[in-house]
């Protein structure tokens, strides 16, 4: 009898111990949602690249991955300050960044004391999005000019008028406008505004001729009649600009950018981590009102595997840094 009893106690303690081991190996294997998780950007709220952190945090929230999820902004430095706060935050999955690539492919070219690095103090997570840029003049260029080589010829014939301005100085419509004028034979002055806005602002205003943004930021004013595309930046026409050219259609081939948003992880963050976020991410970015909502803007949803977005910063990275070499810009100068 007491035989039966030890050994029914042993078989019982070690059934209980299995039993723990299998809980706590199931919870492993099948981890419950993050209490919050932080999307960070560079960028003041209203703005497209705080737009894209709310719509997605809404599709975060409550799901198998989070249960809460916020936008924090940190702007400042042209988005390098949020790029900068990834290093050593948490690599649990509950810190996650979403950047414009400027601030990895470009910056890198034109800072000399940049306060990161590209490649090691961020992991690819997922891209977000793409968009193409556009070309706008407004009641400051006669109604005579429609294109893009008639807008070059008029401002060698108007020297001090040849004037444009873009978001940001080191921004990619900022080299746009410079390969544009270096392919017209022209020297462009640029006026660099803080973000998009103010400069559209001005253009309709007739206080500038022209202003390099990416094409969403165009579409509102254009379709009022104050203000007119001469050309896109993508590869093949915009479906927010159906109607306009491409620069490459104009005689400008090598004149062909396209910019992207991803989201990134803390550097160093464990792949598996990497993994679950990048499938909460691509589960987001696939609803209707998130693409909806970014269409309004003038921006193609476009998820991404972490591998294919790490190949993608690199191959943005390497085109840059000649282009850059070639206009002879730095933050400094």
């Given at each position: 009898m007491s035989f039966n009893r030890?050994?029914?106690?042993?078989?019982?303690?070690?059934?209980?111990?299995?039993?723990?081991?299998?809980?706590?190996?199931?919870?492993?294997?099948?981890?419950?949602?993050?209490?919050?998780?932080?999307?960070?950007?560079g960028f003041p709220p209203g703005g497209t690249s705080d737009t894209l952190c709310r719509r997605v945090a809404e599709n975060?929230?409550?799901?198998?991955?989070?249960?809460?999820?916020?936008?924090?902004?940190?702007?400042?430095a042209g988005g390098q300050i949020a790029v900068q706060s990834m290093k050593g935050a948490p690599t649990d999955g509950s810190v996650i960044l979403q950047t414009p690539a400027s601030m990895l492919m470009i910056y890198p070219h034109i800072y000399k004391n940049l306060a990161y690095n590209?490649?090691?103090d961020v992991t690819a997570v997922s891209q977000a999005c793409t968009f193409d840029f556009g070309f706008c003049v407004g009641p400051?260029?006669?109604?005579?000019?429609?294109?893009?080589?008639?807008f070059l010829a008029w401002?060698?014939?108007?020297?001090?008028?040849?004037?444009?301005?873009?978001?940001?100085?080191?921004?990619?419509?900022?080299?746009?406008?410079?390969?544009?004028?270096?392919?017209?034979?022209?020297?462009?002055?640029?006026?660099?505004?803080?973000?998009?806005a103010p400069a559209v602002q001005d253009l309709v205003a007739g206080q500038i001729q022209a202003v390099s943004a990416p094409v969403g930021e165009f579409t509102q004013q254009v379709n009022a009649g104050k203000i007119r595309?001469?050309?896109?930046?993508?590869?093949?026409?915009s479906r927010f600009a159906p109607n306009v050219p491409t620069f490459a259609e104009q005689g400008y081939k090598d004149l062909v950018f396209s910019e992207w948003f991803g989201f990134f992880a803390p550097g160093?963050?464990?792949?598996?981590?990497?993994?679950?976020?990048?499938?909460?991410?691509?589960?987001?970015?696939?609803?209707?009102?998130?693409?909806?909502?970014?269409?309004?803007?003038?921006?193609?949803?476009?998820?991404?595997?972490?591998?294919?977005?790490?190949?993608?910063?690199?191959e943005s990275y390497d085109r840059w840094g000649p282009i850059v070499t070639k206009i002879g810009f730095t933050a400094d100068s």
């Open positions: 030890r050994r029914f106690v042993r078989t019982s303690s070690a059934g209980a111990a299995l039993a723990v081991l299998g809980l706590h190996a199931g919870r492993a294997g099948a981890q419950g949602p993050l209490d919050t998780v932080k999307l960070i950007t975060l929230r409550g799901g198998t991955y989070t249960k809460s999820a916020l936008v924090e902004n940190k702007p400042g590209a490649f090691t400051a260029v006669p109604d005579s000019v429609k294109n893009i080589p008639e401002c060698k014939a108007n020297p001090d008028k040849a004037n444009y301005g873009s978001p940001a100085a080191g921004s990619v419509p900022h080299f746009i406008g410079v390969l544009l004028g270096q392919a017209g034979g022209v020297e462009l002055k640029h006026v660099p505004y803080r973000g998009s595309f001469l050309g896109v930046s993508g590869s093949a026409r160093g963050t464990p792949a598996p981590v990497v993994q679950r976020a990048n499938t909460a991410l691509r589960t987001a970015l696939e609803q209707k009102d998130v693409i909806d909502g970014l269409a309004v803007m003038g921006l193609e949803v476009k998820s991404s595997t972490p591998q294919e977005l790490a190949t993608l910063l690199k």
